[in-house]
């Protein structure tokens, strides 16, 4: 049983350089998130994909950039990465974005920018 | 703005009785969500509210009041593993989920 799979696990980035955080769910959910995770703060939500071709902005989304080419997969990129974007990332996904439908999360990568 | 409060730690013991309650003021409300979520683990869903009163399922129930902005988890007979963090969250009139930064459980022998 896969679920939510993410890669990497855990990653150390200098500041300024690219990165990818891959999330791929084999669950055919139509909607995808990603969150971040800080100490002392609830998930916030960074961008959120409600079916394939779409996707839509969330609480904090500078700094990050989404694509959703087909159902399966929803990378988040982090153009020019900065400290402050040192945190814990959550993929996660529901059967759709209705109410009452339960957000399955990946295992999480953890990130950290030097 | 949108706020979900939640007390930040609690501690309890094996075999009692635990209530953590969640508060929330948000734009329109289209249910309320709680997770666990174990150190270093991803959240795992537990229980969805969406009208007033009790849920119950196994050792873990969920109240709502929907005029008091107001709902809690009631865990019986705790054990051990339920030592996690809880995280209570509501979705909005966008259907957008707002988070509480979560109550880290304590369970002591």
């Known amino acids: 049983i896969a679920g939510i799979t993410q890669a990497p696990t855990s990653q150390i980035l200098a500041a300024g350089r690219r990165m990818t955080l891959r999330c791929t769910q084999d669950?055919?959910?139509?909607?995808m998130y990603w969150y971040r995770q800080d100490l002392g703060l609830g998930l916030r939500l960074i961008h959120y994909s409600n079916t394939a071709g779409t996707t839509g902005k969330g609480e904090v989304p500078d700094g990050y950039s989404v694509s959703r080419a087909n159902t399966d997969d929803f990378p988040l990129t982090l153009a020019s990465a900065v400290p402050s974007q040192t945190s814990v990332y959550f993929c996660?996904?529901?059967?759709?974005?209705?109410?009452?439908?339960?957000?399955?999360f990946g295992e999480g990568s953890w990130l950290t920018v030097v | 703005g949108q706020n979900i409060d939640q007390p930040t730690e609690m501690t309890a013991t094996e075999g009692a009785i635990v209530q953590i309650n969640c508060t929330y003021q948000?734009?329109?409300?289209?249910?309320l969500f709680w997770y666990q979520q174990h150190a270093g683990e991803a959240p795992t869903f537990l229980s969805y509210?969406?009208l007033d009163g009790l849920e119950e399922k196994g050792r873990f129930s969920s109240f709502l009041s929907r005029s008091k902005g107001y709902s809690y988890l009631l865990l019986k007979e705790l054990q051990m593993k339920d030592s996690a963090s809880y995280l209570c969250a509501v979705k909005d009139s966008n259907y957008q989920l707002i988070w509480g930064a979560g109550t880290k459980l304590i369970i002591k022998p």
């Open positions: 509210n969406v």
């Open positions: 996660a996904s529901s059967v759709t974005s209705d109410p009452g439908n339960t957000i399955y």
């Open positions: 948000t734009s329109g409300f289209n249910g």
């Open positions: 669950m055919r959910h139509n909607a």
